[in-house]
């Protein structure tokens, strides 16, 4: 991707997106792909490092492992391997162990269903494979320790039987030599020690010519002195030819593993590379996790579609310091490509433009951004930028010198691939003139078909933007009851540069603003002060349009609770007939048990006893009460359903009451002596009255529940 000035990328902060980057790496190569992050224009390089990096955001968030857990930074192992001659150590040799073990965790990550869910991951590794020799190799000659196996070849183990017995012998001898000086009183208190590879014992310097021996050295102190007995001066030279010997077989063998190593040095090399691609992948979407950085939409043409786009240093910014960070929502495609953008000062109209070209870039580079996923952006060939102040003292350019040197770059290189950007068009000249140029300057960006965001405070270029095609207006809110920016861009409308309002809010003596207002022309004034007014009503119609779907979304929730609600007590109610009908079915259950187990005794009775008719009885016995029992039960409770019983009341002629015996309802006709004629039906009945009780039939609502 071309960029203009040089600098282009400082004055978006793309460095400090780089250096973000480069701090989650951990390996230097990962350091060294940061560093080097390029700009590309190709959509589909483009479209496979951001899904690399969304589908190792997933996996984070899935709380997926990806096994690339050894930091392993082998530039200087893997030159050495391919050295001819070159000898590694153990522990060189146990880093590329590590290396071809992640390889061969990575390649059994990837089984047949994590290669189509993660398809751009498993891409890094598609033109290598993993080899078990490597692994074999080393492990023939180091143990888990990486110390060279004693095994490695015949005459290391022969070398090293024979240093373990020397050494036996010699600590055999060592320990009788202690044994008699100690029993001399000629041992210092350290009694032993070890120089120049050699085993001496420690004694008062006083006693040092008592002992025959090689005299070592003494200590700081000149108090001890450190002695090589006699006795064990041979073991030791068999002890040191004997390591001699065996480093010598170790260099040979590692020498050897070198070389072998060596044949898969090209292997080594791109596993080493592999590592480093995945922990680049890894650092971006650490850095995706940070900034809230999704994946958009690509598109092939030149097109920025941005939904709920965040500056992504100022909303980590916001994000230390808990403010809020205020999304821009814009587009820009054919038949809209260059954003004019108005409004008061500090309100936002720098760092909308500036947004909208570090995303721009972030994703050219191959990094996820902070936009919702629903965003749309296409590929731009070329990024043109001219923010601030670029006046050149070196080559005595002015400040609108330099500006319009900047424009004839821009129109004459400009095309339907360029994103430019445009902070304050015309300034640093006469209004009316600059005004004239910026205007011209405009029109022929909008005849290249170039995608831009334009910032200004020219009424002209406001008023030009609704009549030349491809041009729009957009301004940032201002709160002017509160005068403080809302940093919120409103496209589709020019913005007021609430110049008044600013002086008569800050305290400015009216009568130096009416003079103000005297020397501006009518026409401007009154334009300017249209706009303001225009921008306070949209701000209302948006608060109480905010008002309405705050309504609407709280009687859908009400809605959706209701619902809820309503399907739970249906559930209860179903529940409860369901658990009723299973009360009744275990109760007719456990009847029928009953009544088997009976008729099972009678049967049995029938087969044992003489007396036939004695067992008749008994089966009728029990049916006939059973089945008799049931009808009672079911009259009386039809009977409690309809009437309510009234204890302790007094009886009067024409009560209704209920006989306690039989259950029935009717009438008290007359009393006589301690006896009530009951009427049931046509049939009277003369009951005691202590049978009686007083009854009154049940409300209607009470009875149908």
Known sequence: MKYFPDSALVQLEFDKVQALLKEHCKTELGKQMADELRLHTHIDYVKTALQQAHEYKQLTLLQEHFPNDYVLNLKNELRLLSIQGAVLSEEQIMQLRKLAESMHSIVRFFDHDRRVTYAGLFSVITHTHYEKKITALIDEVLDEHGEVRDNATPELAKIRMNLFRKRNELRRAFERCLSKLSKLGYLADTEEAFLNGRRVVAIYAENKRMVKGILHGESDTRRTAFVEPEETIELNNDVMSLEREESKEVYKILRTLTHQLSQHSHLLNNYHEILGQYDFIRAKAKLALDMDGNYPMLTPHAEAHLVDAHHPLLLLYNRRNKKPTIPVNLTLNKDNHILVISGPNAGGKTVTMKTVGLIQLMLQAGLLVPVHPSSQLGIFRQLMIHIGDTQSLEFELSTYSSHLKNMKYFMENANGKTMFFIDELGSGSDPNLGGAFAEVIMEEMAKKHAFGIVTTHYLNLKVMANKVRGIINGAMGFDEENLSPMYKLIVGKPGSSYTFSIAQR?????????????????????????????????????????ELQKLLKENEKLKREYEILSDKERKTQQFTTLKLQNQIKEEELQYLKDMERKLKQIVFEWKRTDDKQKVMKQAEALLFHKRQKQINERFEKKIQDKFLEVVGADLKLGDQVKIKSNGQVGKLMEVRDKRGIVKLGNIPMNVALSDLVLVKERPKEETAK
Do not use: C, S
């Not at 005297?518 to 009503?537: I, P, T």
């Open 506 to 546: 800050i305290g400015l003596q009216p009568a130096l603003i009416a003079r103000a207002k005297n020397l501006v022309d009518e026409g401007h004034f009154q334009l300017d002060k249209l706009l303001n007014k225009a921008e306070q009503d949209l701000q209302k119609v948006e608060a109480k349009e905010k």
